[in-house]
């Protein structure tokens, strides 16, 4: 370095930019430091700012002046005092300012503002935006935009949590069964998919309720009235289809979709209407007219994996929606559904009754044939204004199930069939009104069910039982179930505070009837069995209830107690037998769950309740009813009365920086009722019921663990899951009573890692370990295992590649402890024509059968399934 | 399994708005209503998007954050429970837009400091950095913008070059985002790829005695790499975050889900490109 032209270069800087340098302080009133007050330097009555200073806290500031002039003016201000300005020197010095407060008023200024593109709680996604070549219908698109997700089975979630609506143009047409819209309507049809946020889908709670759910509403281009989706598909062996027309039309004031879909590829759609909003799905458990099969062929248990494996079906389901605008905000729908479905399973089963002292096998190879058939029917007024909501359902119900099957047991050959129609009529109304300040909900459900199913076996069973120990040719049961229910309740809501009450009151109506007999035949003579083979009950239940949900919500905390009474009334009688039982009650079921953040990463949550359970119809019979060949039950026992209670402790822990979430929660129930019931195992494996009227009591622990690690190096996540569970109950076999001790052990992982942009890799496993003790005895630990590897390819942006592979094990069964699958599927997509052509070749590896394991406290059951066979199926979608 | 995901969905939708309590950390004085104009994809001249934004200042310090923000956080702070007539306040929540700034930037608060606090998904952010942040470059440039006499300077922040505007005519050192330290306000800023802009619209003084306050939350503490780091593998791997939380979502295709993925990848371009 050159030190003497340093100094020159210095020297010739300090002549040119004489360097001053001004420091001071900036005081008011009694000498108080002034932070955050301008030093300015300009040129005299200049405007340009040439250096400046901003006081500190003590009121301090130092500045440096690059400038040749020889004097300039120093500026200090600080709003809402006068400014002050003073002529100086260019050169070193200190000064130091005294600032006094003025009145003057800072110069104001409003400029008219730019609009802003979003408004309210509307989202508006532009379809256009996001479709791209591939996309063929709605759901392709709504998965890709941000906020939503599209679930297997078709659920739509936003920000994480279940849509709450589905409508189109503003119309819910579907009642929650939106697969079919999603699944059909062409994206090219649709200009718009809006997001409603905060959406109260009742008017009439908009401005009162709050609401953090989120709706989803169609728009459609302005041409668009008829419109739909078409897929075909074909493939061996045997011969396959797949096939799906679904034509649409929209218009202002109506709306309708049809769809007409059959395949016997192992698509089960009756997944199209399947209910997916959860307000809908809710209403569904309401009606409390599920249907009921009092009678069954020996059905084979399916595998625990994707239907596409193994469901051998034949089905066509052809189902309309129609929506009618009768004047602003009343609306007419009517959606009708009918299926036709023909299901074949083949396979055996080998069962093992382990009672103290004996064990009872059978082995059974069943051939089974379901004919299911049901038409399902709905129409609903809907009033929705501001001032009230009115709704009301109509639904019927008609299923003609049959059944077929041949079993061979033991070598030798039984046939059973089954007719299990059911068909059932109900009828909803909710209405609310304003009233003063409060609202008033009632609501009213009425229910009418029957059923009268009928189950035929050759040869004879239940010979001792029946027939004083001598064969016969054939045997017939009878069953007629009706089921009468009406619910009723009158309810308000009212704020005080940080609590919310809903006081509610109401009652509840139900009457159930139950015919049957049991008809032998033997040389071509029919026998109806009489007294004990013959059921006229009667039960009737009713109930008187208030309940009082209280919610009280201070920071942290969030406190919720319910705390229903009921009356209840039970009356059984079956005047043929002369047998009767009454009881009366009042229960109180009290639940109370306290939530309370801890802090950033700590969350705990405490929940525990009481409540009642009392026997139902099925299990209250005086006379015999053959279920299924080999189960033939009475019930001459009291009204079954439980009383269980349960806490739940959890702890929730997440670390965002870290990427660790981590939860435990530990549940406790226990229960006593005041029977116990078991099964009588005989020789051949029938069954029959016994029972002990004793109180007796069983209790659970659970505790279940999940943790999740991202490792953003590797990108790759891996979850980890525990669930533990202790069961322990006194229970009946063969007229004695055993102390029964299961203990189960499930340890599930996943990793999941993308390698690069066009490859993925995902694995998971799944093992469950099961031991069963009597009181001295143990049992041998059955270990099931999955294993699941999937590989993803993109190796362009118009074709997809994927190889997934399965690996099942047990160690229970003495053969076939092992399954290996392999599939493969490969898209490739026409971008100018827009049709996806896909091929899928399953179970290349062609694995025959699958066996599952499974027992209960006192049976194994090993039984194996036939699969569908390995299959290639090529399919084309297009567009109307 | 699915109780466990319940529970967290049920815990997410009861954390939402209800109990908000406020620290005061200011007197209100003056209310600056800026509009910010941002190109959010780097690559998509066409994404572009603007919002409104505010910079309250106070005696000693000043908050700066979206309109949208502020309305949510003032109605929810002032909802009177014991009132059951609170429609209006309930109405008014409804018609707040969404924001895209959920940052909350406090200077001189605490001392000498910038606060920033964020919410990412459900968690509450905390990070600090010093307040003279800035070197800036006064230029002889004037002019006149807004009706206000503005003076240029320069700067270069975080990977972007920027052009500011202020005035001494506001003695306020103060400005949008984390800006500060100039002789005046700032009326106008933008960088010179036109990638972000704030503009003032709009100062009022404020003669009422309405406060600067900062929500009590609990903030984890972190500090801006490790803050940056953490949203930015959060947009880039939203999926594996969401399922690690307890939110499961399949997809009946994984092509689906790398369109969501190159979506959210799209929000790639953050005021801030280098973080120290």
Same mark, same amino acid.
């Given at each position: 370095?050159?030190?003497?032209?340093?100094?020159?270069?210095?020297?010739?800087?300090?002549?040119?930019?004489?360097?001053?340098?001004?420091?001071?302080?900036?005081?008011?009133?009694?000498?108080?430091?002034?932070?955050?007050?301008?030093?300015?330097?300009?040129?005299?009555?200049?405007?340009?700012?040439?250096?400046?200073?901003?006081?500190?806290?003590?009121?301090?500031?130092?500045?440096?002046?690059?400038?040749?002039?020889?004097?300039?003016?120093?500026?200090?201000?600080?709003?809402?005092?006068?400014?002050?300005?003073?002529?100086?020197?260019?050169?070193?010095?200190?000064?130091?300012?005294?600032?006094?407060?003025?009145?003057?008023?800072?110069?104001?200024?409003?400029?008219?503002?730019?609009?802003?593109?979003?408004?309210?709680?509307?989202?508006?996604?532009?379809?256009?935006?996001?479709?791209?070549?591939?996309?063929?219908?709605?759901?392709?698109?709504?998965?890709?935009?941000?906020?939503?997700?599209?679930?297997?089975?078709?659920?739509?979630?936003?920000?994480?949590?279940?849509?709450?609506?589905?409508?189109?143009?503003?119309?819910?047409?579907?009642?929650?069964?939106?697969?079919?819209?999603?699944?059909?309507?062409?994206?090219?049809?649709?200009?718009?998919?809006?997001?409603?946020?905060?959406?109260?889908?009742?008017?009439?709670?908009?401005?009162?309720?709050?609401?953090?759910?989120?709706?989803?509403?169609?728009?459609?281009?302005?041409?668009?009235?008829?419109?739909?989706?078409?897929?075909?598909?074909?493939?061996?062996?045997?011969?396959?289809?797949?096939?799906?027309?679904?034509?649409?039309?929209?218009?202002?004031?109506?709306?309708?979709?049809?769809?007409?879909?059959?395949?016997?590829?192992?698509?089960?759609?009756?997944?199209?209407?399947?209910?997916?909003?959860?307000?809908?799905?809710?209403?569904?458990?309401?009606?409390?007219?599920?249907?009921?099969?009092?009678?069954?062929?020996?059905?084979?248990?399916?595998?625990?994996?994707?239907?596409?494996?193994?469901?051998?079906?034949?089905?066509?389901?052809?189902?309309?929606?129609?929506?009618?605008?009768?004047?602003?905000?009343?609306?007419?729908?009517?959606?009708?559904?009918?299926?036709?479905?023909?299901?074949?399973?083949?396979?055996?089963?080998?069962?093992?009754?382990?009672?103290?002292?004996?064990?009872?096998?059978?082995?059974?190879?069943?051939?089974?044939?379901?004919?299911?058939?049901?038409?399902?029917?709905?129409?609903?007024?809907?009033?929705?204004?501001?001032?009230?909501?009115?709704?009301?359902?109509?639904?019927?119900?008609?299923?003609?199930?049959?059944?077929?099957?041949?079993?061979?047991?033991?070598?030798?050959?039984?046939?059973?069939?089954?007719?299990?129609?059911?068909?059932?009529?109900?009828?909803?109304?909710?209405?609310?009104?304003?009233?003063?300040?409060?609202?008033?909900?009632?609501?009213?459900?009425?229910?009418?069910?029957?059923?009268?199913?009928?189950?035929?076996?050759?040869?004879?069973?239940?010979?001792?039982?029946?027939?004083?120990?001598?064969?016969?040719?054939?045997?017939?049961?009878?069953?007629?179930?009706?089921?009468?229910?009406?619910?009723?309740?009158?309810?308000?809501?009212?704020?005080?505070?940080?609590?919310?009450?809903?006081?509610?009151?109401?009652?509840?109506?139900?009457?159930?009837?139950?015919?049957?007999?049991?008809?032998?035949?033997?040389?071509?003579?029919?026998?109806?069995?009489?007294?004990?083979?013959?059921?006229?009950?009667?039960?009737?239940?009713?109930?008187?209830?208030?309940?009082?949900?209280?919610?009280?919500?201070?920071?942290?905390?969030?406190?919720?107690?319910?705390?229903?009474?009921?009356?209840?009334?039970?009356?059984?009688?079956?005047?043929?037998?002369?047998?009767?039982?009454?009881?009366?009650?009042?229960?109180?079921?009290?639940?109370?769950?306290?939530?309370?953040?801890?802090?950033?990463?700590?969350?705990?949550?405490?929940?525990?309740?009481?409540?009642?359970?009392?026997?139902?119809?099925?299990?209250?019979?005086?006379?015999?009813?053959?279920?299924?060949?080999?189960?033939?039950?009475?019930?001459?026992?009291?009204?079954?009365?439980?009383?269980?209670?349960?806490?739940?402790?959890?702890?929730?822990?997440?670390?965002?920086?870290?990427?660790?979430?981590?939860?435990?929660?530990?549940?406790?129930?226990?229960?006593?009722?005041?029977?116990?019931?078991?099964?009588?195992?005989?020789?051949?494996?029938?069954?029959?019921?016994?029972?002990?009227?004793?109180?007796?009591?069983?209790?659970?622990?659970?505790?279940?663990?999940?943790?999740?690690?991202?490792?953003?190096?590797?990108?790759?996540?891996?979850?980890?899951?525990?669930?533990?569970?202790?069961?322990?109950?006194?229970?009946?076999?063969?007229?004695?009573?055993?102390?029964?001790?299961?203990?189960?052990?499930?340890?599930?992982?996943?990793?999941?890692?993308?390698?690069?942009?066009?490859?993925?890799?995902?694995?998971?496993?799944?093992?469950?370990?099961?031991?069963?003790?009597?009181?001295?005895?143990?049992?041998?630990?059955?270990?099931?295992?999955?294993?699941?590897?999937?590989?993803?390819?993109?190796?362009?942006?118009?074709?997809?590649?994927?190889?997934?592979?399965?690996?099942?094990?047990?160690?229970?069964?003495?053969?076939?402890?092992?399954?290996?699958?392999?599939?493969?599927?490969?898209?490739?997509?026409?971008?100018?024509?827009?049709?996806?052509?896909?091929?899928?070749?399953?179970?290349?590896?062609?694995?025959?059968?699958?066996?599952?394991?499974?027992?209960?406290?006192?049976?194994?059951?090993?039984?194996?399934?036939?699969?569908?066979?390995?299959?290639?199926?090529?399919?084309?979608?297009?567009?109307? | 399994?699915?109780?466990?995901?319940?529970?967290?969905?049920?815990?997410?939708?009861?954390?939402?708005?209800?109990?908000?309590?406020?620290?005061?950390?200011? +007197?209100? !004085?003056?209310?600056? &209503?800026? $509009?910010?104009? %941002?190109?959010?994809?780097?690559?998509? @001249? =066409?994404?572009?998007?603007?919002?409104?934004?505010?910079?309250?200042?106070?005696?000693?310090?000043?908050?700066?954050?979206?309109?949208?923000?502020?309305?949510?956080?003032?109605?929810?702070?002032?909802?009177?429970?014991?009132?059951?007539?609170?429609?209006?306040?309930?109405?008014?929540?409804?018609?707040?837009?969404?924001?895209?700034?959920?940052?909350?930037?406090?200077?001189?608060?605490?001392?000498?400091?910038?606060?920033?606090?964020?919410?990412?998904?459900?968690?509450?952010?905390?990070?600090?950095?010093?307040?003279?942040?800035?070197?800036? +470059?006064? !230029?002889?440039?004037? &002019?006149? $913008?807004?009706? %206000?006499?503005?003076?240029?300077?320069? @700067? =270069?922040?975080?990977?972007?070059?920027?052009?500011?505007?202020?005035?001494?005519?506001?003695?306020?050192?103060?400005?949008?985002?984390?800006?500060?330290?100039?002789?005046?306000?700032?009326?106008?800023?933008?960088?010179?790829?036109?990638?972000?802009?704030?503009?003032?619209?709009?100062?009022?003084?404020?003669?009422?005695?309405?406060?600067?306050?900062?929500?009590?939350?609990?903030?984890?503490?972190?500090?801006?790499?490790?803050?940056?780091?953490?949203?930015?593998?959060?947009?880039?791997?939203?999926?594996?975050?969401?399922?690690?939380?307890?939110?499961?979502?399949?997809?009946?295709?994984?092509?689906?889900?790398?369109?969501?993925?190159?979506?959210?990848?799209?929000?790639?371009?953050?005021?801030?490109?280098?973080?120290?």
């Amino acid at each position: 370095m050159n030190y003497s032209f340093f100094l020159v270069f210095l020297l010739f800087s300090s002549i040119c930019f004489s360097q001053a340098t001004i420091s001071g302080k900036i005081v008011r009133g009694e000498n108080t430091p002034l932070q955050g007050s301008s030093i300015t330097v300009t040129k005299i009555k200049g405007n340009i700012i040439l250096s400046y200073a901003i006081s500190d806290t003590n009121g301090v500031y130092s500045l440096n002046i690059d400038s040749q002039s020889d004097s300039l003016q120093i500026n200090v201000s600080y709003i809402g005092y006068t400014n002050q300005s003073k002529i100086i020197i260019n050169k070193n010095q200190e000064l130091n300012f005294k600032l006094l407060e003025s009145s003057e008023k800072l110069k104001e200024v409003i400029i008219k503002s730019a609009p802003i593109t979003k408004k309210g709680d509307t989202i508006n996604y532009t379809v256009s935006a996001f479709k791209d070549q591939k996309d063929r219908v709605m759901a392709d698109v709504l998965a890709k935009m941000p906020g939503i997700e599209v679930l297997i089975d078709g659920k739509i979630l936003y920000q994480g949590k279940p849509i709450q609506k589905y409508y189109i143009e503003g119309l819910d047409l579907l009642e929650g069964k939106y697969n079919l819209v999603n699944n059909n309507l062409p994206a090219s049809s649709v200009s718009k998919v809006q997001i409603l946020e905060n959406h109260q889908p009742i008017k009439l709670l908009d401005s009162l309720v709050f609401s953090d759910k989120a709706s989803l509403n169609i728009k459609l281009k302005k041409n668009i009235t008829i419109t739909g989706n078409s897929k075909l598909g074909a493939g061996f062996s045997p011969f396959l289809w797949n096939v799906n027309i679904t034509p649409m039309l929209f218009s202002k004031k109506q709306q309708m979709i049809t769809s007409y879909q059959t395949n016997n590829i192992g698509n089960d759609i009756s997944n199209e209407i399947k209910t997916l909003t959860i307000e809908d799905l809710l209403d569904q458990f309401e009606y409390n007219n599920e249907k009921q099969d009092w009678v069954t062929i020996q059905e084979l248990s399916s595998p625990q994996f994707s239907k596409k494996r193994w469901l051998d079906n034949n089905a066509h389901l052809f189902t309309t929606n129609y929506l009618a605008q009768l004047k602003k905000n009343l609306d007419l729908k009517v959606n009708v559904s009918y299926l036709n479905d023909f299901q074949l399973q083949n396979g055996n089963t080998q069962t093992s009754f382990i009672t103290p002292t004996d064990i009872i096998e059978i082995s059974e190879n069943t051939n089974n044939r379901l004919f299911l058939n049901s038409l399902k029917s709905k129409f609903i007024i809907t009033k929705n204004t501001n001032k009230t909501y009115f709704k009301n359902s109509f639904e019927t119900n008609n299923y003609w199930d049959s059944q077929r099957g041949s079993i061979i047991l033991n070598n030798k050959e039984i046939n059973q069939k089954t007719k299990i129609p059911f068909s059932s009529f109900s009828n909803k109304l909710k209405l609310i009104k304003p009233f003063g300040k409060k609202l008033i909900t009632i609501k009213s459900i009425l229910t009418y069910s029957k059923s009268p199913q009928n189950l035929n076996v050759t040869p004879s069973q239940f010979e001792e039982l029946l027939n004083n120990g001598n064969p016969f040719d054939a045997l017939n049961q009878k069953v007629e179930h009706s089921n009468f229910y009406t619910n009723n309740s009158f309810s308000f809501i009212k704020s005080f505070k940080n609590f919310t009450f809903v006081p509610k009151i109401g009652f509840t109506v139900q009457n159930q009837k139950l015919n049957s007999d049991i008809t032998i035949f033997e040389n071509n003579i029919e026998n109806i069995l009489s007294d004990e083979f013959q059921n006229n009950l009667t039960y009737n239940k009713s109930s008187f209830y208030s309940n009082l949900n209280t919610q009280y919500r201070h920071g942290k905390w969030k406190l919720e107690l319910e705390t229903p009474l009921k009356i209840q009334a039970f009356k059984r009688t079956d005047n043929d037998l002369n047998k009767n039982q009454n009881l009366n009650n009042l229960v109180f079921e009290p639940r109370l769950t306290i939530k309370n953040d801890l802090n950033a990463f700590w969350k705990a949550t405490f929940s525990a309740r009481i409540n009642n359970s009392f026997g139902d119809v099925n299990q209250l019979y005086y006379s015999y009813i053959i279920n299924n060949y080999r189960n033939i039950q009475k019930y001459e026992i009291p009204i079954l009365e439980s009383l269980r209670g349960s806490v739940t402790l959890g702890i929730l822990y997440r670390n965002p920086i870290k990427s660790l979430f981590i939860n435990g929660f530990y549940s406790y129930s226990n229960s006593t009722q005041n029977l116990l019931l078991g099964n009588n195992i005989n020789n051949d494996g029938t069954s029959s019921l016994g029972f002990f009227e004793q109180d007796n009591n069983s209790n659970t622990h659970t505790i279940n663990m999940r943790g999740s690690k991202y490792y953003t190096q590797l990108k790759t996540t891996l979850t980890l899951t525990t669930n533990v569970s202790l069961d322990n109950k006194e229970q009946l076999l063969n007229n004695s009573l055993t102390d029964i001790t299961t203990k189960s052990i499930q340890l599930k992982g996943k990793l999941d890692t993308e390698i690069t942009d066009w490859m993925s890799l995902e694995y998971k496993n799944n093992v469950l370990i099961t031991n069963t003790q009597f009181k001295n005895q143990s049992f041998n630990t059955i270990v099931n295992q999955e294993h699941l590897l999937n590989f993803n390819f993109y190796p362009t942006s118009n074709q997809y590649l994927g190889f997934n592979a399965e690996y099942y094990k047990n160690n229970f069964s003495s053969e076939n402890q092992e399954n290996y699958f392999l599939n493969l599927k490969y898209r490739y997509t026409f971008k100018e024509s827009k049709i996806d052509l896909e091929l899928n070749w399953n179970n290349i590896l062609n694995e025959k059968e699958f066996t599952t394991v499974f027992n209960t406290t006192f049976s194994y059951t090993q039984s194996t399934y036939v699969l569908r066979q390995r299959q290639l199926l090529m399919s084309m979608k297009f567009n109307f | 399994m699915k109780k466990i995901i319940y529970t967290l969905i049920f815990l997410i939708s009861i954390l939402k708005v209800y109990s908000q309590n406020t620290t005061d950390i200011d +007197n209100l !004085k003056y209310k600056c &209503k800026y $509009i910010i104009t %941002y190109q959010a994809d780097s690559t998509n @001249i =066409n994404s572009i998007e603007s919002e409104e934004m505010l910079l309250l200042i106070g005696e000693r310090s000043s908050k700066f954050l979206s309109l949208s923000s502020f309305l949510r956080d003032s109605i929810s702070n002032n909802i009177d429970r014991e009132n059951t007539n609170s429609i209006n306040l309930m109405t008014l929540f409804q018609s707040v837009p969404k924001t895209k700034f959920k940052d909350k930037i406090f200077k001189n608060y605490p001392k000498d400091k910038i606060t920033i606090t964020e919410q990412v998904l459900k968690d509450y952010f905390i990070y600090e950095e010093p307040l003279n942040l800035f070197k800036w +470059n006064i !230029k002889n440039d004037s &002019k006149i $913008i807004s009706g %206000y006499n503005c003076q240029k300077a320069t @700067i =270069n922040y975080a990977g972007r070059d920027y052009i500011a505007w202020f005035t001494n005519e506001i003695p306020l050192s103060d400005g949008p985002y984390k800006f500060n330290g100039l002789p005046g306000l700032i009326i106008k800023i933008n960088d010179t790829n036109n990638h972000y802009e704030y503009k003032l619209v709009s100062l009022k003084e404020q003669k009422t005695n309405n406060k600067i306050a900062i929500n009590k939350k609990d903030y984890i503490k972190t500090t801006k790499k490790e803050f940056y780091i953490l949203k930015k593998e959060f947009y880039k791997n939203i999926f594996k975050k969401l399922e690690q939380s307890g939110i499961s979502i399949n997809f009946e295709n994984s092509s689906q889900k790398n369109d969501v993925l190159n979506k959210y990848r799209k929000r790639n371009n953050p005021i801030e490109l280098e973080n120290k």
